[in-house]
């Protein structure tokens, strides 16, 4: 039987935590009520209360708990950055989810035993970069974007000790993450400084007698039919008029699921399955984690062998993006 990569499931607030655990997360990410991390919206995320019941959950079961400080410091406020920091020893977490340099560098500093983990965020698509983080701060794990293929992860794992950590099921990003200053645009936020992609108070939704209008500060992101489920707007999933077409013009509603491809992760030696959607519902978080645990469990057990279930697909399927699902960059057979 070979090593069971680890999963990693999304916390959005305790529920959430709560649900991840009792489905079969080995760990659960948090963040905190404040642009610190990359999904500061209203509602979301953990005060101090909450965090340490949270922690404590996780740990009496066997279980990890992350904290994600991954968006970047702003000029002249640092010191809310290293507070987080401070925050989550605190708290007793496992290991920080960071992108800033800079705040990597405080924490190996300040708590030299802490374990860091690279964010998405932080960009590192190559094991130089990774490396040169593991040789400057001692990072432990980087969690790569979504833009490379099975092959091009295979070839970063074989060029570092380093943790590999990738994305198996959730929204996907048309940018390669840590990049992306498109809502900036649109509502002078971006989401690697402040943490939100379309902060909810630029969102603006617009019932119409025959339709739905969406806008992202004033500026129209889509239309929905009377029954057509409305999604979130976000510029780089919004539907516009290119040469008297209207389409979506950068990347559909879609959401990676590699549950055909679980089998090759193991292979090439991944330390971690990760599952977007802290921003989602508990439901979310209990039908995915429930359907990766045991889909990870049966191609651990018999690689040559595994069969996707249609219970599994059934149960992703209903919370996909667009009700549809992509391999996305891992399958770039042309590469």
């Not at 655990?21 to 999904?39: Q, S």
């Not at 402040?194 to 108070?201: E, H, I, L």
């Not at 539907?239 to 990676?256: C, G, I, K, M």
């Amino acid at each position: 039987m070979q090593k069971i990569p680890e999963l990693v499931c999304p916390a959005g607030n305790l529920p959430a935590l709560k649900t991840a655990i009792d489905n079969g997360a080995d760990t659960v990410y948090m963040g905190l009520k404040n642009a610190t991390n990359a999904r500061n919206f209203p509602g979301l995320n953990f005060d101090m209360k909450s965090a340490m019941q949270g922690v404590s959950y996780a740990h009496e079961r066997g279980r990890q708990v992350l904290m994600a400080i991954n968006t970047f410091a702003q000029a002249g406020q640092s010191e809310q950055w290293q507070k987080a920091i401070d925050t989550a020893v605190q708290l007793g977490t496992d290991a920080v989810i960071v992108a800033d340099p800079a705040l990597m560098a405080y924490a190996a500093d300040k708590y030299p035993d802490l374990r860091l983990h690279m964010s998405v965020q932080g960009s590192a698509t190559n094991y130089e970069a990774i490396n040169l983080m593991k040789d400057l701060f001692d990072i432990r794990r980087v969690v790569l974007p979504r833009v490379l293929t099975i092959d091009q992860v295979k070839h970063v794992i074989e060029h570092t000790d380093v943790e590999i950590e990738v994305f198996g099921f959730g929204s996907l990003c048309v940018m390669v993450e840590g990049r992306c200053i498109l809502s900036s645009y649109a509502t002078g936020e971006s989401p690697n400084m402040q943490g939100v992609c379309s902060p909810a108070k630029s969102v603006r939704w617009e019932q119409k007698p025959d339709r739905m209008d969406v806008r992202l500060n004033h500026i129209l992101i889509d239309q929905f039919n009377p029954n057509e489920p409305a999604g979130y707007p976000t510029l780089c999933k919004g539907r516009f008029e290119v040469n008297d077409e209207t389409y979506y013009a950068l990347e559909e509603p879609t959401s990676l699921n590699v549950l055909e491809m679980l089998p090759q992760l193991i292979d090439i030696g991944v330390s971690a399955v990760k599952i977007e959607g802290r921003q989602r519902s508990p439901i979310y978080t209990a039908q995915v984690t429930k359907a990766m645990r045991q889909a990870l469990d049966a191609a651990a057990a018999d690689k040559k062998h595994f069969r996707i279930q249609p219970a599994w697909s059934n149960a992703l399927g209903k919370v996909s993006e667009g009700s549809q699902t992509t391999l996305g960059a891992y399958s770039r057979p042309w590469k």
